[in-house]
C-alpha cells in the first residue's frame, strides 16, 4: 500500500502502528541500501536501519508533512550514517596506535580492504571496492549527492531538499563528484593495468 504524504499524516494520527508498518515496507530496502553504500558493512547498515525506523517510530507523530516523507526518512538515514562513521572514526584514532597517512594527491591506494557490500558478486568486489574507495575521496556532500542520485535514484530536486541546498547546486556537487570519480580510476587504471 503507497500512500501519499497527506494520506500518511491522516493515518499515522489514527492509527500509528499501520502507518509505520507501511512506512517498513515502502522504505526499508531504500534505507539499508543508503546505509550500505555509505558504511559499506551489510550488519552495520542493518543496524543503522533499524536505528532509523526506531527515531522515525519514535518522531512519527512530530511528521507534519512541512517536507516530503521521503525527504525526512533519507536525512534520517544519512545522518544516521555520518554519526555512525563518526564514531567509528573515533574509535580508530583512540584505539590502537597506528599511523594513518592520508594522501590528497588524485591517487588511490592499490590495497583495498574492508569491503563488505551484499550486492557485489565475488568477482567484482576489487572493482566495486576500488569505486567505494574513490567515492570516499570525494567531499562529503558530493559523496551523498552521488550515493542519493546515482545509487539511489533519488530527483536533484528532493537530493537538495535532503542536503538542504539549493537544485544548482546539487548539479555542481554532482558534476565535481563525477569529474573527481573519472580522475582518480582515470590514474588508478593507468598505473595499474587490469
Not at 525526512?72 to 563518526?86: D, G, P, Q, T, V
Request: with cysteine; glycine share 2%; proline share 2%.
Amino acid at each position: 500500500m503507497k500512500l501519499d504524504d497527506q494520506s500518511f499524516i491522516e493515518l499515522a494520527q489514527k492509527n500509528k502502528d499501520r502507518a509505520f508498518s507501511i512506512l517498513v515496507d515502502s522504505f526499508s530496502g531504500k534505507i539499508f541500501n543508503t546505509c550500505i553504500n555509505l558504511v559499506r558493512n551489510k550488519e552495520d547498515a542493518e543496524d543503522l536501519t533499524q536505528e532509523v525506523f526506531t527515531a522515525i517510530y519514535l518522531h512519527l507523530d512530530k511528521f507534519k508533512g512541512k517536507s516530503k516523507l521521503s525527504t525526512w526518512i533519507y536525512s534520517l538515514a544519512l545522518n544516521k550514517s555520518k554519526e555512525f562513521l563518526r564514531k567509528k572514526t573515533r574509535k580508530k584514532r583512540f584505539g590502537i596506535f597506528t599511523t594513518i597517512e592520508k594522501d590528497n594527491s588524485d591517487t588511490l591506494p592499490i590495497n583495498i580492504i574492508n569491503f563488505d557490500h551484499p550486492g557485489v558478486q565475488i568477482e567484482n568486489k576489487e572493482r566495486a571496492a576500488l569505486f567505494y574507495k574513490a567515492l570516499d575521496q570525494l567531499a562529503e556532500n558530493q559523496k551523498n549527492a552521488f550515493i542519493l542520485h546515482k545509487i539511489e535514484g533519488v530527483s536533484y530536486a528532493e537530493i537538495a531538499d535532503v542536503l538542504e541546498t539549493s537544485i544548482p547546486s546539487v548539479e555542481s556537487l554532482m558534476f565535481r563528484a563525477k569529474k573527481k570519480l573519472k580522475a582518480l580510476l582515470n590514474e588508478y587504471y593507468k598505473n595499474n593495468e587490469i
